[in-house]
Structures are given as structure tokens and as C-alpha cells.
């Protein structure tokens, strides 16, 4: 089976830098998503990373480490609207099933 | 852009009552999922299907049963509601395809809040 594993909650001031980290342990590995998901909506698509390496999507970046079964969501100028619950998520075969990790609440301050 | 929509937003019912939760995606995806979201584990997945009449356990499949009839429509039935039911019901779609990140990306409803009392 997988497992994943994420801090449960981070806080920041508007303008900061936070970095969701997540291990994994899974049976196969194909790639590793991030989604957010506000309070009271549905889950979006952030990032998807299949090789090692640095994504860049704006003010969001992801990072994997296959080697080390690591990966992170990196925010940069934090604002108020990032203020969300961001999950990890890794397909580990190709079934187009994804495990999730448990999610990391991350609150903005003004 | 791609619209997943779920019949209800907020149910209540009985323990015991059939339960019917069903879910439509407009964008030809062969994939869809069911989930249930519980604070602090996450997304846990109950049933998919790859294509019509297909269907395949998740990792928590029990007291659950599903159905897809159409490619678009995917329903989740519960046999019998029990208060540990209680929970947030998300439905995704995805494509169909070689790994990669347009199979991976998952598209999720709004969900359904559903009460079990």
C-alpha cells in the first residue's frame, strides 16, 4: 500500500515563504500531485512532478525527490487567498489511482 | 472548463436508509472516483470505474456499492447508512492514458456533506 505523511498545519504572515513537505512510502511510484482545497470547496489541481526536480507554476513550486521518496510545495509571497488545506497525493502504478496524503492546513496572517 | 457536479450538497438521513449519492462530469473522462474526506485523513478512496460498467474496490469499499451506467454518471449507493457514514463525498474524474500528469490530474465536485442520524 502507500503511505504519505505532511505536517498538519502551518501558519505565516502575508508575504512569507512556507514549505509543505511530504514522504512517501509506496509499492511503485508513477508521480507525485499537489491540490488545494479552501475551506468548503472541492480539491484543485496545483502541481504534478514525475521526474526529480524543481516545477515552477507562478508563485507555487513543487520539488521531488525520487531517491529520497521526498517531495515539497513550495509558496512564495504568501497572500491571504492561499489560505487553504494542501494535500499530497502519489499514483503508484498505473491504475490512475491516487493516495492522498491527510492534508496541511496552512493559515495566512495579515 | 471541465464541470463535475454532485447532486446534492447537504443530505440528511436515517441509519439504515438506502442512500443514493451521484455524480456527472461533462468532460468525456473515461475515469471517475469516489472519496470520502474525514478530518485529518484526508481523502480515502472508495470505488472507481475506467470505463462504463467497470468498477474497481478502493481502499475502503465496505457498506458501499457503486454504479456507472453512463460514461458521465457515476453513483454511490449505500446499502444501509450507518452514523459512521457520516462524512464529506467527493467525486473526481480524470483521463484515461499513459501515466503522466493528464492522467493524474484529478477533477473533483463540490462534494456532498452527508448526515447519517
Known amino acids: 500500500g502507500q503511505s504519505l505523511e505532511q505536517p498538519s498545519e502551518v501558519t505565516a504572515v502575508e508575504g512569507a515563504i512556507v514549505q509543505i513537505n511530504c514522504t512517501y512510502q509506496t509499492s511503485g511510484f508513477y508521480g507525485l500531485s499537489w491540490y488545494q482545497q479552501h475551506d468548503g470547496g472541492a480539491p484543485t489541481f496545483l502541481s504534478y512532478n514525475a521526474l526529480d526536480g524543481l516545477e515552477e507554476t507562478g508563485r507555487f513550486s513543487s520539488f521531488l525527490s525520487r531517491s529520497d521518496s521526498y517531495g515539497y510545495l513550495l509558496l512564495q509571497e504568501l497572500q491571504m487567498k492561499d489560505s487553504a488545506s494542501y494535500f499530497c497525493a502519489v499514483s503508484g502504478s498505473n491504475d490512475y489511482k491516487l493516495s492522498f496524503g491527510a492534508g496541511t492546513t496552512v493559515t495566512v496572517r495579515a | 472548463d471541465v464541470k463535475v457536479t454532485q447532486s446534492s450538497r447537504y443530505l440528511v438521513k436515517r441509519t439504515g436508509e438506502k442512500v443514493f449519492l451521484e455524480c456527472v462530469q461533462d468532460?468525456?473522462?473515461?475515469?471517475m472516483f469516489w472519496y470520502r474526506q474525514d478530518p485529518g485523513l484526508g481523502l480515502r478512496l472508495i470505488y472507481f470505474?475506467?470505463?462504463?460498467?467497470?468498477?474497481e474496490k478502493g481502499d475502503i469499499p465496505e457498506g458501499y456499492s457503486v454504479s456507472r451506467e453512463k460514461k458521465e454518471r457515476f453513483s454511490l449507493i449505500l446499502e444501509s447508512a450507518s452514523t459512521n457514514q457520516t462524512s464529506m463525498y467527493l467525486c473526481?474524474?480524470?483521463?484515461?492514458?499513459?501515466?503522466?500528469?493528464?492522467?493524474?490530474?484529478?477533477?473533483f465536485g463540490p462534494g456532498t456533506r452527508l448526515l447519517v442520524l
Open positions: 470505474s475506467y470505463d462504463v460498467k467497470m468498477k
Open positions: 468532460m468525456d473522462h473515461e475515469n
Open positions: 473526481a474524474s480524470s483521463f484515461k492514458g499513459l501515466a503522466g500528469i493528464w492522467q493524474e490530474t484529478q477533477y
